[in-house]
Each structure stands twice: as C-alpha cells, then as structure tokens.
C-alpha cells in the first residue's frame, strides 16, 4: 500500500527566505504523480505544483520548485522569496491512475508554515 | 494504526437520486472536513464540523447537508443528485478544529460518486 509522510508538522520562514519542506512516500508503482497543496485559513485546496514520476527534470512553478528524488522516493517543496500570504498548510499527496481511468489520492498530514515578517 | 474510513468505497446512483456517504475519523478526532474532487479539479472544501457543530462552510451545494454524529463519525447527504455530483469525495479529520500541529490532518481514501 502506498503511504505518504510529511515529517514537519510545523515550520517557519522568515519573509523572503528559501524554506524547504520535506515528503518521502513509498510505493512499488512505476507510473504515479505527486502534488503539493495549499491550504489557507479558506480550507481551500490550491494547486502549488505536480511531478510526473517518468520526468525525471524537478517541476519548477514560479517561486515554487520541487527536488524530485524517485529512487529514494522523496518529494520536497522548496519555497523561493517566501511571501506572507504563502503561510498556509502544505500537503503532499501520491497519485495512482488506474486503468479503469479513475484514479488513488493518498495526502499526507501537513505542514503547517508560517511567514514571519 | 487506524485511519479514516469513508464508506462506501464506490457509489453509483441515478440522476435526481439521493446518496449518503459516511466519514469515520481517526479515534480521539473531533474534526472532520469534507472535500470534493471532480475529475481534472483541485479538492474543493465543502464543510467542517467541530465538536458535532459546523464549523467552516465552504462551497456546498444547498441540496448537500451533512452533520456529525455523538461518535464523531459524520455523513454527508446529497440530494437531487446532477450529472456533476460525480467526483471523489474525501473525508479528512484532525484534533481540534485549527488542527492541533502534532497531529495534523488525516485523509480518508475517498468514495468515489458516478451519478448516471
């Protein structure tokens, strides 16, 4: 079964810093994605940034990059000039697609960042 | 350990139908939030419950309504059920309602509801 764990419960980034939050996942899958989420106060989920796990170059959206390590099967967000508004909770989350055309999410349990002015 | 039970794992119901999907959190949870993911979309946050009480309310439709139970466990009813209902609806639940740090949150798998 795959299992995705997210490490930091909590972390914090002062205004303008790199921050780097950590997930490590396991699975025997060849084929998969993985997500991070932002959640802000809204319980809204944002779209941070995907990876394709046959791409082997890291996932890059403006401020936000990823280090995409398959063998070790790890999954970490860096957060570039961290902003005030980027204080939220972060999931990761492994994405399985089946061949009935559904898909399997399984989401970790957070990291809670804070940007400190 | 335990995790969140959501049941059933797949539901197909009928245009205009009711469905009832049910959340067990973690025990010792208090929290449960509600979500729902149609194919290609991010999660949308429907409803949160603390304490048995609604908490957050997020984009849920009037024809859904749900509620948690004395045992924590929470049931998300949908009615006049449309075409677009269909999506992976995931539970998750935490410690308390902002979600105590050390415990974070906790997803369900999700149940996954074709209306045809």
């Known amino acids: ?117 | 350990a335990a995790g969140v039970i959501q049941s059933p794992r797949h539901l197909i119901k009928e245009k205009r139908e009711t469905a009832t999907l049910k959340c067990y959190p973690i025990p010792r949870h208090d929290t449960v939030y509600w979500y729902q993911q149609g194919p290609g979309q991010d999660p949308q946050f429907l409803i949160s419950f603390y304490e048995k009480m609604q908490s957050d309310k997020g984009s849920i439709p009037d024809r859904f309504s749900a509620q948690q139970f004395s045992d924590y466990h929470s049931e998300l009813n949908m009615s006049s059920l449309e075409l677009g209902d269909s999506a992976l609806y995931f539970c998750a639940s935490s410690l308390g309602r902002l979600g105590q740090v050390n415990y974070g949150y906790t997803f369900g798998s999700g149940t996954r509801l074709t209306v045809v």
Do not use: H
């Not at chain 1, 997930?23 to 899958?29: A, K, L, P, Q, R």
């Open chain 1, 1 to 117: 079964a795959q299992t995705v764990t997210q490490s930091q419960p909590e972390m914090s980034v002062q205004e303008a810093e790199t921050v780097t939050l950590s997930c490590t996942y396991d699975t025997s899958e060849n084929n998969y994605y993985l997500f991070w989420y932002k959640q802000p106060p809204s319980r809204q989920m944002i779209l941070v940034i995907r990876q394709e796990a046959y791409k082997q170059q890291n996932a890059t959206e403006n401020r936000f990059s990823v280090n995409f390590q398959k063998a070790a099967k790890s999954f970490s967000l860096k957060i570039s000039d961290s902003q005030l508004g980027d204080t939220a909770m972060y999931f990761c989350a492994f994405m399985k697609p089946r061949n009935s055309g559904t898909y399997k999410y399984i989401f970790g349990t957070g990291t809670r960042l804070k940007v400190l002015a």
